[in-house]
T-cell receptor
Framework: AQSVAQPEDQVNVAEGNPLTVKCTYS??????LFWYVQYPNRGLQFLLK??????LVKGSYGFEAEFNKSQTSFHLKKPSALVSDSALYFC????????????FGKGTRLHILP | KAGVTQTPRYLIKTRGQQVTLSCSPI?????VSWYQQTPGQGLQFLFE???????NKGNFPGRFSGRQFSNSRSEMNVSTLELGDSALYLC?????????????FGSGTQLSVL
């Protein structure tokens, strides 16, 4: 069965430093991978996705993620963190040739310290 | 263009009661999916509808059901409420529900079961 793991419940980063939010997945086929962000009292917003092609994908608000098939990872990164990046981040995976259900990780709370 | 609209925003019910939540997708979107968000379990997929047909279903008991109308609006029903059903219920829409499409989320309905 497919699964996705976000090993860190919380990540603290100083403003201006690079940030990484980790995500690993397990699917039998070729995955579709997504990152979503949830700001306080709001629904989730799409950040970026990997379907096929270039392993490095760029998304909204200066975020990017790298698909690593050998390590089955899709870590979210940003070169320079902003206080406004503080939010809850969810990684998600779909196996379009499997049952095609979207599976979300449990989320990682990102705190950017001023 | 209006976003995904969920009503009501907050609900308080007692054990054993039933509840109906409503979701209006973005105009032109024909796929609607539902999710349960809790602090311990993160975000879990409930079901997905496209053109009034349930296309996929998560691992929830039969007390959780849904439907979609011809105008793409969707409702979710939970019968015989349990304390553990307390959660934020999120609805998302997409144009066709294709595996690679991004989801647009509503702000959710916060359900408290007493």
């Amino acid at each position: 069965a497919q699964s996705v793991a976000q090993p860190e419940d919380q990540v603290n980063v100083a403003e201006g430093n690079p940030l990484t939010v980790k995500c690993t997945y397990s699917v039998s086929g070729n995955p579709y991978l997504f990152w979503y962000v949830q700001y306080p009292n709001r629904g989730l917003q799409f950040l970026l996705k990997y379907i096929t092609g270039d392993n490095l994908v760029k998304g909204s608000y200066g975020f990017e993620a790298e698909f690593n098939k050998s390590q089955t990872s899709f870590h979210l990164k940003k070169p320079s963190a902003l206080v406004s990046d503080s939010a809850l981040y969810f990684c998600a995976v779909r196996d379009p040739r499997g049952d095609d259900k979207i599976i979300f990780g449990k989320g990682t709370r990102l705190h950017i310290l001023p | 263009k209006a976003g995904v609209t969920q009503t009501p925003r907050y609900l308080i019910k007692t054990r054993g009661q039933q509840v109906t939540l409503s979701c209006s997708p973005i105009s032109g979107h024909r796929s609607v999916s539902w999710y349960q968000q809790t602090p311990g379990q993160g975000l879990q997929f409930l079901f997905e509808y496209f053109s009034e047909t349930q296309r996929n279903k998560g691992n929830f008991p039969g007390r959780f059901s849904g439907r979609q109308f011809s105008n793409s609006r969707s409702e979710m029903n939970v019968s015989t409420l349990e304390l553990g059903d307390s959660a934020l219920y999120l609805c998302a829409s997409s144009i066709t529900g294709n595996s690679g499409e991004k989801l647009f989320f509503g702000s959710g309905t916060q359900l408290s079961v007493l």
